[in-house]
């Protein structure tokens, strides 16, 4: 048995696959596996990997016809045989080369090791980061509570093969939330997780994402949150308000994408329709106390409900630079 299996899904990277290959590629860690999943690319992904990889058998690659992500993760565990999985993204990167160093010597005993990722644009320069330990309840009563508001993102992420065998655990098929749903799941059957300072993984912001574009996969988050909470039920665990707190912050991001659309009646149906879950929501007042991006993006939303007319109209942009909301 490896000690990590790195499971990376491919769709179309042709700019970005060779440079995450060769990042893993220059690591000083070598006891892995690389499973690639080509999602049925169509431009010239197959060959840059191909090419890159030549005959090293610590690598395999997997060819399938286009379904998502989700699936082609899913492939990845199947085929994983390492006693961790690292999952990373085809158009991203790991930081350095000691980066799969750092994570595996300090995993220990834990179930699960957290990192610090910086975020890249599309010329790999560094346009943000984030820090694990800034979104740590300090005063978290368990796992769940202490680390639920943790990015979500699987690639700053090592996980024990372990747990996500035994107790089935699976990216949902979604369009949105998949990484979302998965973490919440692992979350609520690991007993100890560790983080690091170090910047082990390079984020790439794609400006052709789907999330930046306006997608009627957006509703698709509601459907997410529900696979959380089946799992949840199935499995006894009895924290049901913090997927609510989730899901309300998650609903109104996505109810933010109401700029990107131009007509009226589209913005109205997105509002009324994400407006009409966060109604159903029950959140406990401690979990509002917890996390400083819960109380803006409360505040915000108590805002755009008081100004809905506003919110939904042309008039909304102008209206935002002025008030900041």
Do not use: W
């Amino acid at each position: 048995m490896v000690k990590l299996s790195i499971i990376i899904p491919n769709y179309n990277n042709e700019k970005y696959i060779k440079q995450c290959i060769q990042s893993v590629l220059k690591q000083t860690f070598t006891d892995y596996e690389m499973i690639i999943i080509d999602d049925g690319s169509f431009d010239d992904s197959i060959k840059i990997i191909e090419s890159t990889i030549k005959d090293n058998n610590k690598i395999k690659l997997i060819k399938q016809y286009n379904q998502n992500a989700s699936v082609a993760r899913n492939r990845g565990i199947d085929e994983a045989s390492g006693e961790f999985m690292l999952f990373l993204d085809g158009d991203d990167h790991l930081n350095d080369e000691e980066s799969l160093e750092n994570m595996v010597s300090n995993i220990r005993r834990n179930d699960l090791l957290i990192s610090n990722y910086k975020i890249i644009n599309e010329k790999n320069v560094v346009i943000g980061q984030y820090r694990i330990n800034d979104d740590i309840a300090k005063n978290g009563k368990d796992i769940i509570e202490k680390y639920a508001f943790v990015s979500a993102v699987p690639t700053n992420k090592l996980y024990r093969a372990e747990i996500i065998h035994e107790h089935n655990i699976y990216f949902d098929n979604v369009d949105i939330g998949q990484d979302l749903n998965f973490y919440l799941k692992y979350l609520a059957v690991c007993n100890k997780i560790t983080t690091i300072e170090k910047y082990t993984y390079n984020y790439r912001i794609n400006n052709a994402g789907m999330t930046r574009k306006p997608s009627s996969n957006m509703f698709d988050i509601v459907k997410s949150i529900d696979c959380v909470r089946h799992f949840y039920k199935i499995n006894h665990i009895k924290n049901m308000s913090i997927i609510d707190a989730i899901a309300f912050l998650n609903y109104s991001a996505q109810m933010n994408k109401i700029e990107m659309f131009d007509r009226k009646t589209d913005k109205k149906f997105i509002y009324n329709y994400f407006d009409y879950y966060i109604k159903k929501l029950k959140i406990e007042n401690r979990y509002k106390k917890m996390n400083a991006k819960f109380q803006r993006v409360t505040k915000t939303y108590k805002i755009k409900k008081m100004f809905k007319m506003i919110y939904l109209s042309s008039y909304y942009k102008k209206f935002k630079q002025f008030f900041k909301v």
